[in-house]
């Protein structure tokens, strides 16, 4: 890919810091920074320079192309057993009367309102409850998949599966190919939050640590199956809590090469334990995205989540070194909205969302969960709905 003329303009200019200047060569030159240099572009990078390095690597990677899905959640419960001083989204027990816990037959339900329609992904994550335990979800992923056998199954963070494969003492290789042969094909990035223990240990003590969320995703990739990871930034954490973050999820990629996508998960205060945490700004989002695409040489996609920064920062963030904005959603989720999202009730048309790509100069691609192309909507003309009829009406003086 030729350099453009910001990059060029970059290296040659003599304000610039030698070490900042030398990780815009190494950029250029295809070599890996290291974790003190990811340090230092938090610390003293602007913004214009790391969106000319971050939309290179975009550029190089994906060029225009900018990945959405057609998709619709499924959460099982609100209810949980951890209590982790960040969620909006969740209950404790002894708060029973605000939650509420679906059943089998209630979630299949769910998926059947879908027949028809031509979404490719469920998506299955929630609160951590007792009976929702290995043989509950093997039995509900195989029932979707024989209702409905091209529908992708992408289920649960490795906090549930450590909960549930505990309690059904089995190891996390045994329980992984369970969840294989049930139907399970790509795991969300969710749970990882900060994987360093002394940010983990106050604001997630109780569920699984760092370590373990990386061993079970390295034992599912292990088998040959692809997920996800995720970040959640803008709290407590210092920005070197966060390089080490991405080091070791650079580190488990290296090794197995089962991660696609990373979605950096902005830190939203309205009615959590940390309410008294002011969010991050914008301009600290956009740095966040363009540093995760920096350092994360090793993973093919860095995805916003549309539903929870808004439609407008979603769009700048595509400048930013991200190329994939997920689904269509199509209101199921309350997980951003409960926690104060600008999105409340998150729900975007098809149209919509190739509306918004393509207003921010990229081509749309609608994809599966693999990242197989399942349509071009670049040159896509969509059918014009019909115009409402208006009729004269009589003047009276």
Partial sequence: MEVSENFRILLNNPQLLPELKAIAQKVLDKQRITFDEGVLLYEKAELGYLGILANYLREKKHGNKTYFNRNFHIEPTNLCVYDCKFCSYSRLLKQKSEGWEYTMEEMLDIVKKYDGQPVTEVHIVGGVLPQYDVAFYSELFTRIKEHRP?????????????????????????????????????????????????????????????????????????????????????????????VDHMERLRELQDRTGGFQTFIPLKFRNQDNQMSNVPESTVLEDLRNYAISRIYLDNFDHIKAYWAMISRTTAQLSLNFGVDDIDGTLDDTTKIYSMAGAEEQHPAMSTKQLVDLIKNAGRYPIERDTLYNVVTDYNDFQFEETEKPKYYKLPVIN
């Fill in 150 to 242: 091209d529908l992708h199954v992408k289920a649960l963070t490795p906090v549930e599966y450590h909960y549930i494969f505990k309690k059904a003492k089995i190891d996390y290789a045994t329980g992984m190919q369970l969840m294989k042969d049930a139907g399970l094909e790509s795991i969300p990035g969710g749970g990882a939050e900060i994987f360093h223990p002394e940010v983990r240990e106050l604001i997630a003590k109780d569920k699984c640590t760092g370590d373990q969320w990386l061993a079970i995703h390295e034992e599912w990739h292990k088998i040959g199956m692809r997920s996800n990871a995720t970040m959640l930034y803008g709290h407590i954490e210092k920005y070197w809590h966060r």
